[in-house]
């Protein structure tokens, strides 16, 4: 009998003191944030209990945790690892696209199958790259998405009759740009649809609820995400683009993954690496659109590769400067545990 309690206090004790590591975690965020006058502890709390809900979901049975994977995979895709956001992006598909948000979950799905059933960490060819690019300590982004996308579209063509596409072809020329006609309120609402775009929504409403989603797990996330489309927005506003495919949030999905990555994600995030985040978006901008002028006279579309290409040259560029600090691969969690990290270090090397 006596054992028997003991083996039922254990996972308590383990929970309490997982409570006591989020609530420094949390401490340690709210100190980092030196802004007077502002109270985060309502923030503060509501993250604490996302991040419970995280533990719990772990705890559960095996179908708990599939569906666990799962949600994880989908907000993956913003660099979120919690399921709770997951849901909430899941949601935020069904409202755009109910056929998009099935064909996404069983993907997903899928694709953990696969790499349960070949006891591998991830997908084949994910696997791969990662053995490559683990020499350099780097992320493979969205890779394999590109390469894969790339070969079927090449592949099967415009007018294939099993797969049938959408025809993708140069500017046929010069387009009349008047500026008067440049709407700020529909300059407003690209700036939550380029975020909807990481997904392929065009809808606000869904680039809202995916903000919120980031919002939840990572407030840093959410908020370079949000400078990353309005940066791609002044981008696509300095080329004198067409205001449709500006408002239609293409020049701003590239943009916000990059910021994301960079403003925190890899790097430490500090005011250096902020400005290295604003950098690495301004030019994923451009490179986006030089690819897809490119790719569209093959009919292809640019997919992700601009994020992937303009990210990777940042992650790779060496600095003397000891505030811009990458992270080892193995260490990187979220913007807010790897700023703790940072500081943790910096405070061990003064001690020295």
Known sequence: MFEEKLVQLEPNAHLHQIVLEHKEE???IKQ???IPGCNCEPIISFIDKVKMFDVWFKEQNVIFQLIDWNLRGIA??????????GIIILTGLILQNPWWALNGFVGTVFSNLAALLLSQNSPVLSSALASVMQKWDLPIFTLPFNILLSMFMAATGHDNQHFPQVLIQPRPGPQNITWPELSVPMLLRAIPVGVGQVFGCDSPWAGCI???ALVISSPIICLHAAIGSCLGILAGLSLASPFQKIYDGLWSY???LACIAVGGMFYALTWQTHLLAIMCAIFCAYLGEALMNMMSVFGLPAGTWPFCLSTLVFLLMTSNNKAIYKLPLSKVANPETNRKIYKEMQKHKSYE
């Open 26 to 28: 949390t401490r340690a």
């Open 32 to 34: 980092d944030t030196e």
């Open 210 to 212: 995916f903000l919120g």
């Open 254 to 256: 590239n943009c916000v």
């Open 76 to 85: 993956q895709v913003m660099f979120i690892n919690n399921p709770l956001s």
